[in-house]
């Protein structure tokens, strides 16, 4: 069973990159059809869907956050990565990174890390 670990600083200040790290055991972020996900949730809030990365390094983004947003990965540590720039007191948030299968139906998640954009 695939598990997902997000990992990075709860804390940012305004202006700056907000950087985290999926972790994931159980599957390798190379294998067909899968994309790799980052999902938020402001306080308050519904989900928000950012952007993904493919089983074959494509990427993808939210149009509204698309300027702001980049993912990577690392297959060697089988993580993958999310920068957000330019980070407000909006963009604070419960950040996901998921797994989703060929149709974009999300199978996996992790527990989930809170954000919080201040000086």
């Known amino acids: 069973q695939v598990q997902l670990q997000e990992s990075g600083p709860g804390l940012v200040k305004p202006s700056q990159t907000l950087s985290l790290t999926c972790t994931v055991s159980g599957g390798s972020i190379t294998t067909n059809y899968y994309y790799w996900s980052w999902i938020r949730q402001p306080p308050g809030k519904g989900l928000e869907w950012m952007g993904a990365?493919?089983?074959?390094?494509?990427?993808y983004y939210s149009p509204s956050l698309k300027s702001r947003t980049s993912i990577s990965r690392d297959t060697s540590k089988n993580q993958f990565t999310l920068q957000l720039s330019s980070v407000t007191p909006e963009d604070t948030a419960v950040y996901y990174c998921?797994?989703?299968?060929?149709?974009?139906?999300?199978?996996?998640w992790g527990q989930g890390t809170l954000v919080t954009v201040s000086s």
């Open positions: 990365i493919a089983y074959s390094g494509s990427t």
């Open positions: 998921a797994m989703a299968t060929m149709t974009w139906a999300l199978d996996a």
